[in-house]
């Protein structure tokens, strides 16, 4: 069964680097997103990604990050400059979408762990 | 705005019982429930989903959940449950389609022999 693969699985830097996170949507899905999970919290969305430009994004998602779609299989979350506060688990997930059914889900990767010195 | 809550963070309950995970949200408008898992270390996996229709879900691994409109609620259900049960179960709403996904706290379901 095709999957969403994230890569590091694991990753540590230190503060103010920069920081980019990749994952591997399922093939043919359109719609990709970012979520993250602060050690002890609940999921929380960052930005959604369709047709090479964001479709929505949180208030989380300020000008320390970016996303993009570099080439037809990757989808990548860049970080500018971390803070300790970015110490999170990091999810990518991709929906088909191919048809803007509503009866679409979101699959999600496995995540990045991400931690901050 | 759409939210959930996720009552128990933490539901222990011997091999073979029975469980109920609760999860109530509220929205404005018509949404979209659903329940995910996560196994240490591994990923969020879909155990079931509602959309319309029957109230009563049938997921993957036994679980099957209850939307209740009156209520607003979506609680889990498993008649007996085990050892490889033990994770962390997540209640989520989506307007659907494209839109984000809002996630619960969280509830670990420990299973003890």
């Known amino acids: 069964e095709p999957e969403v693969t994230q890569t590091p699985s694991h990753q540590v830097t230190q503060m103010g680097q920069e920081v980019i996170l990749r994952c591997v949507p399922i093939?043919?899905?359109?719609?990709f997103y970012w979520y993250r999970q602060i050690l002890g919290q609940k999921v929380e969305f960052l930005v959604s990604f369709y047709n090479n430009e964001i479709s929505e994004k949180s208030e989380i998602f300020d000008d320390q990050f970016s996303v993009e779609r570099p080439d037809g299989s990757n989808f990548t979350l860049k970080i500018r400059s971390t803070k300790l506060e970015d110490s999170a688990m990091y999810f990518c997930?991709?929906?088909?979408?191919?048809?803007?059914?509503?009866?679409?889900?979101?699959?999600f990767g496995p995540g990045t762990r991400l931690t901050v010195l | 705005a759409q939210s959930v809550t996720q009552l128990d963070s933490q539901v222990p309950v011997f091999e073979e019982a029975p469980v109920e995970l609760r999860c109530n949200y509220s929205?404005?408008?018509?949404?979209?429930l659903f329940w995910y898992v996560q196994y240490p270390n591994q990923g969020l996996q879909l155990l079931l989903k509602y959309l319309s229709g029957s109230t009563l879900v049938k997921g993957i691994n036994g679980f099957e959940a209850e939307f209740n409109k009156s209520q607003t609620s979506f609680h889990l259900r498993k008649p007996s449950v085990h050892i490889s049960d033990t994770a962390e179960y997540f209640c989520?709403?989506?307007?659907?389609?494209?839109?984000?996904?809002?996630f619960g706290t969280g509830t670990k379901l420990q299973v003890i022999p």
């Open positions: 093939s043919n899905h359109l719609y």
């Open positions: 989520a709403v989506s307007k659907g389609g494209y839109q984000k996904v809002t």
């Open positions: 997930a991709s929906m088909a979408g191919a048809t803007r059914v509503s009866t679409d889900t979101q699959y």
């Open positions: 929205s404005s408008v018509s949404v979209y």
